[in-house]
């Protein structure tokens, strides 16, 4: 049995909202159920009378979701506002489909008050249609209908003289006069089926319109599901199952390998889904044959380019370990295939005002019996290209199901792909941000110089790992980076850096979670006093561990997921002053920050060949918003001066040479110059003290 759409609206609150406001409200509930659109899919518009600014008079406004924009989460700012009669005199100038884009241009001089929200492409699909309220959806249920080869038939046979039906065509002014054609010859429709694409529906009432909207896609979903009877993709083909053990340690070794090799361009950032419907699809007789015909709908493809890489593992070998080394040897050949055939496309399909070749890498790539991966210049790009490709998968299993799948023809799919008005989008977007599309990896990220570093980065638009030790810390630092960067730019992962397979564990996470590193910020810490005979093994030991051993096994660690890129790293080693200058009272302390130093100098040296770059940043008497300076630290190093604890802030700005105070931010500044190739690409093994000068500490 399908599981019922729900039906959500609420009566009571939709009588206290405008019509603007009710079509808001019906947009949030479509947009929230994936299996009524996908991520940024689909539109929605109602025909609203206003009263004109200029003349006074009531007139008819069209509200359609504008340029860009997410059903799901969109605001009424993300609704463009155009004068219907003016979108209807555009039918005087129009030239036919030869002469499509330039009716684009036409739009901005419909403008309702002065609206600066982009008019979308799709605007004629909803200014025509003679109906109040239209929505337009991309639910799998209906395009694995239109998707088969028969579609027209079984558009009449699932929704019988409801649903109209046309043969697929590019959106744009054409279309909408064919859609308007063929809902004023029938008034009876409830919408129309788009062949390959998705579903148009309509009411007179916001009201009407999501409930009609909700039936017509939940009678496709039953129906499929009572006559959908074949074995899924043809059957499975590897019966043995990995464990989730298994297929997340091959993901977290093939996805920085990959990464490396796909990222000259432009960094990419990684997303792995191994979830039940995606193992269906990998782990199917009919994976390669799918797989090479690429997807349907012109939403899908946009996201995906115009087909996955099935890379080349045999999860029925037992031996993992050896498959995986197999798999990984060909990963070049396998990727160059791809980039070939990309190119072959180009050549094949374009025009003689087509836009260069973009990046002929592959988005989605496939791995049998372990999951799907997919790689963009972002996390949250990454992550919905893989829910979009899950969005084809569906529309196949269900197309071949009762029917043959046929996927967009190849010049169309191109046509998309390249389109100028897409070109021009896409040249419109503004500049990625100086860490767009980097990893960076924090130890005690949930400390007061971890969380200013991982916010500075973030601001820059690198996603960040956060790993401490610290759970309940922990779960609060990330929540609060999510609602600065939002939910994919940031993620964490307990680390206990002085024991060796909870830091392997930690950084096989971060390549699960986006792909790879770049950056490792090692700042786990702790900060202990004690005079030189009350000194105890123990304490020494824990000083050791913790700094120096656990930099060591750190380092070691993502040392080794950078060179698995190719594409080089920056590491920054987060030590201190006493590294360089010894206080009385803290020889365990002194002696392992020298040694983190040390360190740091021995891992610049190895990792130049290889771009790999390592500096430190020394800290000094960063108080608050320290955890390190909130415990006993704090105490013994006022003792030791024979302060109060009230005094010690202000004892160590009068002991700088600057006399100002040092602060969380101050530090993540520093590591931010140097982990910026812009700013300090051809630096390593340097230092930065970061003490507000501090004579004895001078580098020389």
């Not at 249609?129 to 694995?144: G, L, R, S, T």
């Not at 000094?620 to 802030?649: F, H, N, P, Q, T």
């Amino acid at each position: 049995m399908t599981k019922t759409l729900e039906n959500r609206w609420d009566d009571q609150h939709a009588q206290k909202l405008s019509e603007p406001e009710l079509l808001l409200y019906r947009s949030n509930l479509l947009g929230s159920d994936l299996r009524i659109t996908n991520y940024g899919g689909g539109n929605t518009s109602a025909k609203v009378t206003q009263t004109d600014p200029l003349s006074g008079e009531q007139i008819s406004v069209l509200w359609v979701k504008g340029s860009g924009g997410d059903l799901g989460s969109m605001a009424l700012d993300g609704f463009s506002t155009l004068y219907l009669d003016k979108l209807t005199q555009l039918k005087r100038l129009y030239r036919g489909l030869a002469h499509e884009d330039e009716m684009v241009a036409y739009l901005p001089h419909c403008t309702f008050n002065l609206n600066p929200r982009a008019a979308s492409i799709d605007t004629p699909l909803h200014a025509y249609i003679p109906h109040a309220h239209v929505d337009h959806m991309h639910p799998d249920a209906v395009i694995a209908i239109a998707s088969t080869i028969n579609s027209e038939a079984l558009t009449r046979t699932v929704w019988g003289g409801d649903l109209g039906w046309l043969p697929w065509q590019r959106p744009g002014f054409d279309l909408g006069l064919k859609l308007e054609a063929l809902a004023r010859e029938n008034p009876k429709l409830k919408g129309i089926l788009l062949e390959g694409h998705g579903l148009f529906t309509w009411g007179d009432t916001s009201r009407a319109c999501y409930d009609n909207t909700l039936d017509i896609i939940q009678r496709a979903a039953d129906w499929l599901a009572a006559n959908n009877r074949q074995a899924a993709f043809g059957g499975v083909r590897y019966p043995r199952q990995l464990t989730g053990e298994q297929r997340r340690m091959i993901a977290s070794a093939l996805m920085p390998a990959l990464r490396g090799k796909i990222s000259a361009q432009r960094g990419k950032v990684g997303h792995f889904d191994d979830s039940e419907a995606v193992l269906e699809f990998v782990s199917s007789r009919d994976l390669a044959k799918l797989a090479a015909l690429g997807t349907s709908c012109p939403d899908h493809f946009l996201r995906t380019k115009i087909c996955p890489l099935v890379v080349d593992f045999d999860p029925a070998v037992t031996d993992s370990g050896a498959e995986l080394a197999r798999c990984l040897a060909g990963l070049d050949k396998q990727l160059a295939d791809y980039r070939a055939m990309y190119a072959a496309y180009y050549e094949r399909c374009k025009r003689g005002d087509s836009p260069a070749m973009r990046d002929p890498n592959a988005v989605v790539y496939l791995v049998p019996g372990v999951g799907m991966l997919t790689f963009a210049g972002d996390k949250a790009t990454a992550r919905i290209a893989g829910e979009f490709y899950l969005n084809a998968v569906n529309v196949m299993r269900d197309a071949n199901g009762v029917s043959q799948y046929r996927a967009l023809p190849e010049q169309e799919a191109f046509d998309i792909e390249y389109w100028l008005l897409e070109e021009a989008k896409l040249r419109r977007m503004p500049r990625p941000k100086s860490l767009a599309g980097r990893v960076a990896f924090i130890t005690g990220g949930a400390g007061g110089i971890g969380k200013a570093t991982a916010v500075r980065l973030a601001r820059e638009g690198a996603c960040v790992m956060l790993a401490d030790i610290d759970a309940d810390a922990l779960q609060e630092a990330v929540a609060e980076l999510r609602e600065q960067f939002g939910a994919d730019q940031a993620a964490g992962t307990l680390c206990n850096v002085t024991e060796e397979a909870s830091v392997q564990a930690a950084l096989e996470q971060a390549s699960i979670a986006f792909g790879g590193l770049d950056i490792l910020v090692s700042n786990a810490g702790i900060a202990s006093a004690a005079p030189l005979d009350e000194t105890s093994l123990e304490l020494w030991n824990k000083n050791i561990s913790i700094l120096s051993t656990g930099y060591f096994l750190v380092s070691r660690e993502a040392f080794r997921v950078m060179k698995s890129q190719g594409i080089g790293g920056a590491i920054v080693f987060i030590a201190s002053k006493n590294g360089l200058v010894a206080s009385t009272n803290a020889a365990a302390y002194c002696t392992a920050k020298g040694a983190e130093i040390h360190l740091a100098r021995s891992v610049a040296l190895e990792g130049a060949p290889l771009g790999i770059r390592c500096n430190t940043v020394n800290p000094d008497a960063v108080l608050r918003g320290s955890r390190i300076w909130s415990g006993k630290w704090k105490e013994e190093r006022a003792a030791a001066y024979k302060l109060s604890e009230d005094e010690l802030e202000e004892h160590y700005r009068q002991r700088s040479l600057l006399k100002r105070n040092v602060f969380p931010e101050d530090i993540a500044e520093a590591v931010y110059f140097l982990v910026n190739e812009e700013s300090s690409g051809k630096s390593t093994g340097n230092i930065i003290n970061v003490d507000a000068g501090h004579a004895p500490s001078f580098t020389r």
